[in-house]
């Protein structure tokens, strides 16, 4: 049993009393009374709905594009890349879009043309067009020279492959004769290895010996030359040596031993903090008198040099 017997019955039934109640409620809602007021109602009523359908049309539209702003504007404060391709797909589709829909408007209207018109256009026949039909099969003087010119390219190819055959065989009897000749050169080493190999170790160990004691030789003269720089870097030290030289209070004492009393007992009293009164007590107690006196007869060269220490210190 067919399911779809029913449903254009049904679908009609249903506009009908579609139409029905929509007319019942257009008249029970018009304030006229009257055949002519409920016909006018009816009329009213119609226009308010297609008005209405197509004001929701227009907002729809005006919604969607607008969401649509919104979306790309979104999407091209977070990447404006992004954003650009968006909008050139958007313009792209709806190019394509309106283009069908021209197309689709166009064939409607040449097929109502085509339908209503006495002669179909596939039917029309071009005759000022005129029929040309291409050779299919070439002349017999273009068949000869083509054969002609196959013939000398065989040829060429014929001598071209006997001047490589030529050159390998060339080639390969080198090649054999090298091999003779290395094959001959191995046998001779070989021959002259198992000849006198003792011989051959014993002229190896008598020039390393030679060598051995070569180096032995040149080690020593290497040492006696290294010896006689030393010496004589030595002597030039020991000649271009400066002598030291002494100044301030330390220069009249001929001594290098009370110098070096008198340069301790110095630091002793500058680490010990003592007034130069104090220093002269211990340099009276402590120094002998020659050099006591020495240090009374200068006494500015004593506290210059006191001084340094307390530099030297500080």
Same mark, same amino acid.
């Given at each position: 049993?067919?399911?779809?017997i029913?449903?254009?019955?049904l679908?009609q039934s249903?506009?009908?009393?579609?139409?029905?109640?929509?007319?019942?409620?257009a008249?029970?809602?018009?304030?006229?009374?009257?055949?002519?007021?409920?016909?006018?109602?009816?009329?009213?009523?119609?226009?308010?709905?297609?008005?209405?359908l197509?004001?929701?049309?227009?907002?729809?539209?005006?919604?969607?594009?607008?969401?649509?702003?919104i979306?790309?504007?979104?999407?091209?404060?977070?990447? !404006?890349?992004?954003?650009?391709?968006?909008?050139?797909?958007l313009q792209?589709?709806?190019?394509? /879009?309106?283009?069908s829909?021209?197309?689709?408007?166009?064939?409607?209207?040449?097929k109502?043309?085509?339908?209503?018109?006495?002669? !179909?256009?596939?039917? $029309?026949?071009?005759?000022?067009?005129p029929?040309?039909?291409?050779?299919?099969? !070439?002349?017999?003087?273009?068949?000869?020279?083509?054969?002609?010119?196959?013939?000398k390219?065989n040829? #060429?190819?014929?001598?071209?492959?006997?001047?490589?055959?030529?050159?390998?065989?060339?080639?390969?009897?080198?090649?054999?004769e090298?091999?003779?000749?290395?094959?001959g $050169?191995?046998?001779s080493?070989?021959d002259?290895?198992?000849?006198?190999?003792?011989?051959?170790?014993?002229?190896?160990s008598?020039?390393?010996?030679?060598?051995?004691?070569?180096?032995a030789?040149?080690?020593?003269?290497?040492?006696?030359?290294?010896q006689?720089?030393?010496?004589?870097?030595?002597?030039?030290? $020991?000649?271009?040596?400066?002598?030291?030289?002494?100044?301030?209070?330390?220069?009249?004492?001929?001594?290098?031993?009370?110098? #070096?009393?008198?340069?301790?007992?110095?630091?002793?009293?500058?680490?010990?903090?003592?007034?130069?009164n104090?220093?002269?007590?211990?340099f009276?107690?402590?120094l !002998?008198?020659?050099? /006591?006196?020495?240090?009374?007869?200068?006494?500015r060269l004593? $506290?210059?040099?006191?001084?340094?220490?307390k530099?030297?210190?500080?």
């Amino acid at each position: 049993m067919n399911r779809n017997i029913f449903k254009n019955p049904l679908i009609q039934s249903a506009l009908i009393l579609l139409a029905l109640f929509y007319l019942i409620v257009a008249i029970a809602s018009s304030p006229s009374h009257g055949f002519f007021g409920g016909i006018l109602a009816i009329i009213v009523t119609c226009f308010k709905t297609i008005l209405f359908l197509f004001g929701l049309s227009v907002a729809l539209v005006f919604s969607i594009a607008v969401l649509i702003g919104i979306f790309i504007a979104a999407v091209s404060l977070s990447s !404006p890349e992004n954003g650009k391709a968006m909008f050139k797909t958007l313009q792209n589709k709806l190019a394509v /879009y309106f283009c069908s829909m021209k197309k689709r408007a166009s064939t409607c209207v040449t097929k109502g043309k085509e339908h209503h018109s006495d002669t !179909p256009a596939e039917t $029309k026949i071009d005759k000022a067009r005129p029929i040309t039909v291409s050779p299919a099969v !070439p002349s017999s003087s273009d068949d000869h020279n083509r054969m002609t010119n196959l013939e000398k390219h065989n040829a #060429d190819l014929r001598s071209d492959l006997n001047t490589a055959r030529t050159a390998i065989a060339t080639m390969q009897a080198e090649i054999n004769e090298l091999k003779d000749h290395m094959a001959g $050169k191995t046998e001779s080493a070989a021959d002259s290895e198992t000849e006198s190999p003792l011989e051959r170790i014993a002229e190896q160990s008598e020039t390393i010996a030679a060598l051995t004691a070569r180096i032995a030789q040149l080690e020593g003269q290497q040492n006696e030359a290294f010896q006689t720089m030393r010496d004589e870097l030595a002597h030039l030290q $020991k000649k271009t040596s400066i002598p030291e030289v002494i100044s301030g209070i330390l220069s009249y004492i001929d001594s290098p031993a009370d110098r #070096d009393t008198v340069t301790e007992k110095i630091e002793e009293a500058v680490s010990r903090g003592m007034t130069y009164n104090q220093a002269d007590t211990l340099f009276k107690n402590s120094l !002998p008198p020659e050099i /006591y006196k020495i240090l009374t007869d200068h006494p500015r060269l004593t $506290k210059d040099y006191i001084r340094s220490v307390k530099k030297k210190f500080q």
